[in-house]
């Protein structure tokens, strides 16, 4: 049984920092998939970042490149998502994401003006 915890979410002014944490288990993470999502209210879940650790390549939305970091660590199984210069319009749930089709429970993101 796959299972993904996120934590780190909060509230933040605009132009702050968050970091989010997703300790992964019950899955090979040094050959994983791993990507966060976000949902904000009334809009669809969007890919924001991903990170192959087999190939240890990354992929971004281009609404967050060059302000955030997807990054692993393969000794905790946990991968990260740095948030740097926040802007409102990255209000939403942040959700981890393990390839095929494995999520975690989701850690709100506030960021005010």
């Known amino acids: 049984q796959v299972q993904l915890v996120e934590s780190g979410g909060g509230l933040v002014q605009s132009g702050g920092s968050l970091r989010l944490s997703c300790v992964a288990s019950g899955l090979d993470f040094s050959r994983s998939e791993m990507a966060w999502y976000r949902q904000a209210p009334g809009k669809e879940r969007e890919f924001v970042a991903g990170i192959s650790n087999f190939v240890g390549s990354t992929g971004y939305a281009d609404s967050v490149k060059g302000r955030f970091t997807i990054s692993t660590d393969k000794a905790t199984n946990t991968v990260y998502l740095q948030m740097n210069s926040l802007k409102p319009e990255d209000t939403a749930v942040y959700y981890c994401?393990?390839?095929?089709?494995?999520w975690g429970q989701g850690t709100q993101v506030t960021v005010s003006s």
């Open positions: 994401n393990a390839w095929p089709d494995w």
